[in-house]
C-alpha cells in the first residue's frame, strides 16, 4: 500500500502480497492503494471519507463480494471496478471478468504506461457515465418541474372554468372542492361568507359534515371563532347550510378538524374580507412554491366569484320580492303558479288560490296619504305572512290585491284559513304616518282537486270571479269559485279580465253585480 498525499484513493481486493507490490509499482503517486480480503467491505464512513475513484477485484474477491449481503455492498456499485488477472488465472477467469460489469481489465505483463492508459480510460468512461447520468437527472428535473408547472396550470384552468359556470354559493364550495383536488390531497371543505362592509350581517356556514353529529359541532365551533376574530365587534347572526360533497371519498366523510391539517384562509374582494374557506388535508408536508402560488390564485377568483354570486343573489331578490310589502313580486309568483299547477297536474295533488282586495283602499289613499296606504300595504302583508303557513307562498300581485298559493291545499281548507285571515285583518288597526287605519278585505277561492287539471290562468280567472262575487256582495267576505260556477254566465274560450287590472265600470256597477265575467 502506497500512500501520497492530495492523491485518489483506490480500493483492491483479494490481492496477495505478489499482486500488491506488482499493480503498486504500476500506480504513479496520483493514486493511494488500499488492499482489502476478500468479502470484507469498507463501510459507509469509510466510503464517504475516503471517496475512492476505482475498485480493483481479483475474480476470486469478486465472486466473495457478490455473496455479501446487498444492504452491506450496495455502496460500492457508485464506484466504477477493474478486474485484475495474473499468471494463474484460468480461462474459466477470464470469461468471468468480461462478462463482469468491470470498465477494464488488467492483465500481467502491462507496462506501466499502458497500466495507467487502462486506469486513466476507465476513469474517464466513468466521468463520461457520471455526466449522462447527471444530465439525464437534470432533463428529468426539467421535466418534473414542466410536468408540475402543467398541473397547476390545468388545475387552474379548471377552477376558472368551472367555478364561474354557476352563481348558487353551494355549488361554488362543492366545485371548489373537486377542483382543489387537483392541486392537492384535499379531504374536505368548509366555508364561511358573508357580505362585505356591513357591521350587522347574516354570515352563511357551509359545513360538510354530517348535521348533528360531533364532527359537525367541531367545525362550527371552529368557524365561529373564526369568525368572530374576522369581525371584531360586529353584531352577526348565523345561519347554517349543510352541504354534501357527492364526490368525496367514503373515509372521509364526516371527517372533524383534528383528523388532519385545517388551512383557514382569508377570502377577500378590493381590501375587504367577504368569508373564510377551511380546508381539511391529510399532506404531511407543506406546499410548494407553485402550489401556494396557485391556491392564492384560485382564492383570489374564488372571492370574485362568490361576490358576484353575492351580488346576483341580491339581483335576484330584487325581482322576487316586492320592495313595499317584503312579500314575493307578480312576476316571480306568475313563475311560481306555473309550476305549482303542474305538479299538482302531474301528482294529482289538491291547490288552492286565494285571491285578496283591500275594501276601499282608494279612499285611505285620498284621505290619509300615499304614504299612508303604503303603511296599510306593509301591514297587511305582514298579517298575512303571520297567519299563513311556511309551506304557503304570498305575493303582491298590484296596487292593493294580494295572492296566496297554498299547495297540497283544498279550496275548503283554503277557505277557513281565509276567514281567519279577514277576521285577523279586520280586527287590527294598521299604525300609519297619519294615525291608525282599520280597514276590511275581500277574498276569492279557486282550486284544483285531486285528479282535475287546470291550467295556471284558468286558477287565476276563477279565483278573480270569486273575488268580485265578494266585492259585489257588500264586501268583507270570503266566496269560494265552486259555488258560484252555476250562478255565472259563460262562455269557453272567451276573455276576461287579466288580474290586476283596472277596469272602466263604476264602484256602483261593481256592487250592483252588473259586471258579466266570462272564462
Given at each position: 500500500m502506497r500512500r501520497s498525499q492530495n492523491a485518489r484513493t483506490i480500493w483492491s481486493f483479494g490481492f496477495d502480497g505478489e499482486t500488491e507490490s506488482r499493480i503498486g509499482k504500476l500506480l504513479d503517486n496520483k493514486f493511494n492503494m488500499l488492499v482489502y480480503p476478500s468479502g470484507e467491505v469498507p463501510g459507509l464512513p469509510d466510503f464517504e471519507s475516503q471517496q475512492p475513484c476505482l475498485i480493483m477485484f481479483t475474480p476470486e474477491a469478486h465472486r466473495a463480494m457478490k455473496k455479501v449481503q446487498r444492504s452491506k455492498s450496495k455502496h460500492l456499485d457508485y464506484i466504477p471496478h477493474a478486474m485484475v488477472l495474473d499468471d494463474n488465472s484460468s480461462q474459466e477467469d477470464m470469461e468471468y471478468a468480461i462478462d463482469s460489469d468491470s470498465l477494464a481489465i488488467l492483465r500481467p505483463g502491462l507496462s506501466r504506461s499502458a497500466f495507467m492508459k487502462k486506469i486513466n480510460a476507465a476513469l474517464e468512461i466513468e466521468a463520461v457515465q457520471l455526466d449522462a447520468l447527471r444530465m439525464t437527472r437534470e432533463i428529468y428535473l426539467e421535466r418534473e418541474i414542466?410536468?408540475?408547472?402543467?398541473?397547476?396550470?390545468?388545475f387552474l384552468v379548471s377552477f376558472l372554468t368551472q367555478t364561474s359556470v354557476g352563481l348558487d354559493p353551494e355549488a361554488i364550495i362543492r366545485t371548489t372542492f373537486s377542483c382543489l383536488r387537483l392541486l392537492f390531497p384535499v379531504r374536505s371543505i368548509q366555508a364561511a361568507l358573508?357580505?362585505?362592509?356591513?357591521?350587522?350581517?347574516?354570515?352563511?356556514?357551509?359545513?360538510?359534515?354530517?348535521?348533528?353529529?360531533?364532527?359537525?359541532?367541531?367545525?362550527?365551533?371552529?368557524?365561529?371563532?373564526?369568525?368572530?376574530?374576522?369581525?371584531?365587534?360586529?353584531?352577526?347572526?348565523?345561519?347554517?347550510?349543510?352541504?354534501?360533497?357527492?364526490d368525496q371519498e367514503e373515509e372521509w366523510q364526516g371527517v372533524a378538524p383534528v383528523d388532519g391539517h385545517v388551512l383557514i384562509l382569508p377570502i377577500s374582494v378590493s381590501g375587504q374580507q367577504i368569508g373564510i374557506i377551511f380546508i381539511l388535508t391529510d399532506m404531511d408536508r407543506s406546499l410548494s412554491r407553485d402550489q401556494a402560488l396557485a391556491l392564492n390564485s384560485a382564492l383570489h377568483f374564488l372571492a370574485l366569484t362568490l361576490n358576484n354570486a353575492h351580488n346576483f343573489q341580491d339581483v335576484k331578490q330584487q325581482a322576487d320580492f316586492d320592495s313595499l310589502t317584503g312579500i314575493y313580486s307578480r312576476r316571480h309568483f306568475e313563475k311560481r303558479i306555473t309550476e305549482e299547477v303542474e305538479r299538482a297536474n302531474r301528482m294529482h295533488h289538491p291547490l288552492a288560490l286565494i285571491f285578496c282586495d283591500i275594501d276601499h283602499f282608494k279612499q285611505i289613499n285620498d284621505s290619509k296619504g300615499h304614504q299612508a296606504g303604503d303603511d296599510v300595504l306593509r301591514g297587511v302583508a305582514a298579517t298575512i305572512r303571520d297567519i299563513i303557513r311556511e309551506q304557503d307562498y304570498p305575493a303582491r300581485y298590484g296596487g292593493e290585491e294580494f295572492v296566496i298559493l297554498l299547495p297540497r291545499?283544498?279550496?275548503?281548507?283554503?277557505?277557513?284559513?281565509?276567514?281567519?285571515?279577514?277576521?285577523?285583518?279586520?280586527?287590527?288597526?294598521?299604525?300609519?304616518?297619519?294615525?291608525?287605519?282599520?280597514?276590511?278585505?275581500?277574498?276569492?277561492?279557486?282550486?284544483?282537486?285531486?285528479g282535475e287539471e287546470k291550467t295556471s290562468r284558468r286558477l287565476l280567472q276563477e279565483a278573480d270571479i270569486a273575488l268580485y262575487r265578494a266585492k259585489s256582495d257588500s264586501r268583507n267576505c270570503v266566496r269560494e269559485f265552486s259555488g258560484l260556477a252555476g250562478e255565472l254566465a259563460t262562455k269557453p274560450g272567451s276573455e276576461t279580465r287579466k288580474p290586476g287590472a283596472k277596469t272602466n265600470a263604476t264602484e256602483e256597477d261593481e256592487l250592483q253585480g252588473k259586471r258579466k265575467v266570462a272564462i
Open positions: 414542466l410536468d408540475r408547472k402543467n398541473e397547476v396550470l390545468q358573508w357580505k362585505p362592509g356591513v357591521d350587522n350581517c347574516d354570515v352563511e356556514l357551509f359545513i360538510t359534515a354530517q348535521e348533528g353529529s360531533q364532527s359537525f359541532e367541531s367545525w362550527r365551533n371552529l368557524m365561529q371563532e373564526q369568525i368572530s376574530a374576522a369581525l371584531p365587534g360586529a353584531d352577526y347572526l348565523l345561519h347554517l347550510r349543510p352541504t354534501d360533497l357527492p291545499t283544498t279550496p275548503g281548507r283554503a277557505v277557513t284559513l281565509a276567514e281567519r285571515l279577514r277576521l285577523a285583518i279586520g280586527s287590527a288597526c294598521y299604525d300609519t304616518i297619519a294615525g291608525s287605519v282599520c280597514l276590511t278585505i275581500s277574498m276569492g277561492i279557486s282550486g284544483i282537486m285531486s
